[in-house]
């Protein structure tokens, strides 16, 4: 019985969660693709070299792991009605240092939101995996 004047908590069904991932991996995707390919790149290119390694290792990180959360999402065992998670072949990453030079520039919320929604998958696997 719920208590009165509170609303039970609504949960979302798993392929809501799911959906939700996918239109964010690919909105991030989509920023990624701009950023990094446009005003990114010519940025990156006046850095001294250590910093345009770490800035090109990053985006590549950026990359592998929207990569990695899409082919998850897209497993055919995550088709129709969701009952349990497929684990993912993507760990989660270390923490972006504070001091990295992406971080202060559009790209920095950009390789934030990448792991955000990487992390997501994680989540969710652990709230919902097949696994015990």
């Known amino acids: 019985m719920a208590a009165r004047g509170r609303k039970p908590k609504r949960v979302l069904?798993?392929?809501?969660?799911l959906d939700a991932l996918y239109h964010d991996t690919i909105a991030v995707s989509e920023a990624a693709r701009r950023w990094f390919d446009g005003p990114g790149r010519l940025w990156s290119e006046?850095?001294?070299p250590p910093?345009?390694?770490?800035?090109?290792?990053?985006?590549l990180g950026v990359t592998t792991r929207l990569l990695g959360v899409m082919n998850w999402l897209?497993?055919?065992a995550h088709d129709g009605?969701?009952?349990?998670?497929?684990?993912?072949?993507c760990p989660e990453p270390p923490p972006l240092p504070a001091?990295?030079?992406?971080l202060a520039t559009e790209g920095g919320p950009i390789a934030m939101a990448s792991r955000q929604a990487l992390a997501r998958?994680?989540?969710l696997i652990r709230d919902n995996g097949d696994t015990p």
């Open 74 to 76: 897209l497993h055919p």
């Open 46 to 48: 006046e850095l001294p």
């Open 121 to 123: 998958a994680h989540q």
């Open 99 to 102: 001091d990295h030079p992406l």
């Open 13 to 17: 069904p798993l392929r809501a969660h």
């Open 81 to 89: 009605e969701v009952k349990a998670l497929q684990p993912i072949d």
């Open 51 to 59: 910093q345009r390694l770490a800035v090109s290792m990053e985006a």
